[in-house]
């Protein structure tokens, strides 16, 4: 039976919370310090529940609050409903619920072991993964189809949501290992000169891609582009090295792994990539993720 039903007198329970606290306290003002009320409040719902009861559950003396034999009573099963209470919370909290993460493409495996990590802190989670460009994630976290996502900023539609960087990382030149370029410690702009990029439908991420245009520009290069549309790293991999005046613009953390392929930095400034953790701000997600790390 629900403790606010007529059946229990309509007792609320705050209200059997309040009476607990002022009860152990001893004294209205010592237990609205330590629940952080105001006593004229908390004296208030005391009187409200010794209605709903029908009887008095304190004696009022001149120092303070004493439980009579009705208050005891009812004090008992209050600790016993709280007890059980808390135990079945901590239960339901244990049970792993499943969060679907929406991941874009070319993150590196760290970051979606940073974001597990950051997410699974405090409460047990079944985290699945699932492909979504980082312009339709908005929506998707905005109607519920996914939990929480990981996208590239800037974002393109972060109306909504709760966001946190989980990336940031400068972007450097990605070209095969028997490039001319390859061998050197760092590259500059005007080494790319004539070079061609291998980039992605700019559809995926435009204000992402917007942002790296515009750097490229401001160091000079405006390079022609091969469009990569699949996704697939191995058709990537094929085109970078099928043509020796094409290179690609990754992290150092996305490219480690390919030892026909080099990593080179190259400034001065380079563009970044900074990639966000998402959710929908007034989800549970979006509350679980302001309060993770606090």
Not at 8 to 24: K, P
Not at 121 to 146: C, K, M, Y
């Amino acid at each position: 039976m629900d403790p606010a039903s007529p059946g229990h007198g309509g007792l609320e329970l705050r209200q059997l919370r309040y009476f607990a606290a002022v009860a152990e306290a001893g004294t209205v003002t010592e237990a609205a310090r330590r629940l952080r009320i105001a006593q004229p409040s908390l004296s208030q719902q005391i009187a409200t529940l010794e209605r709903r009861v029908g009887t008095e559950l304190f004696r009022r003396l001149p120092r303070g609050m004493e439980l009579t034999e009705a208050g005891r009573l009812l004090l008992d099963g209050v600790n016993q409903a709280l007890d059980t209470l808390g135990s079945a919370v901590a239960a339901a909290r244990a049970v792993p619920v499943t969060a679907t993460v929406g991941v874009c493409r070319g993150v590196p495996p760290e970051v979606l072991e940073r974001a597990e990590r950051l997410l699974t802190a405090a409460r047990p989670l079944r985290v699945v993964h699932e492909q979504a460009d980082s312009a339709r994630q908005g929506e998707l976290l905005r109607t519920g189809a996914l939990s929480y996502g990981i996208l590239r900023a800037p974002a393109d539609d972060a109306t909504g949501l709760e966001v946190r960087v989980i990336g940031d990382e400068p972007l450097g030149v990605l070209l095969p290992r028997r490039h001319r370029l390859a061998a050197r410690p760092e590259l500059r702009w005007e080494d790319l000169a004539g070079l061609r990029l291998l980039w992605f439908p700019e559809r995926r991420a435009p204000a992402y891609a917007a942002a790296v245009r515009a750097r490229l520009a401001e160091h000079g290069w405006r390079p022609a582009t091969l469009a990569e549309d699949t996704g697939s790293h191995t058709l990537f991999r094929r085109a970078l090295l099928a043509h020796d005046d094409v290179v690609a613009l990754r992290t150092r953390s996305a490219s480690a792994t390919d030892t026909d392929l080099a990593w080179l930095p190259v400034g001065p400034r380079p563009p970044r990539e900074r990639l966000l953790l998402a959710a929908a701000a007034r989800s549970v997600w979006g509350r679980a993720l302001r309060e993770a790390g606090t």
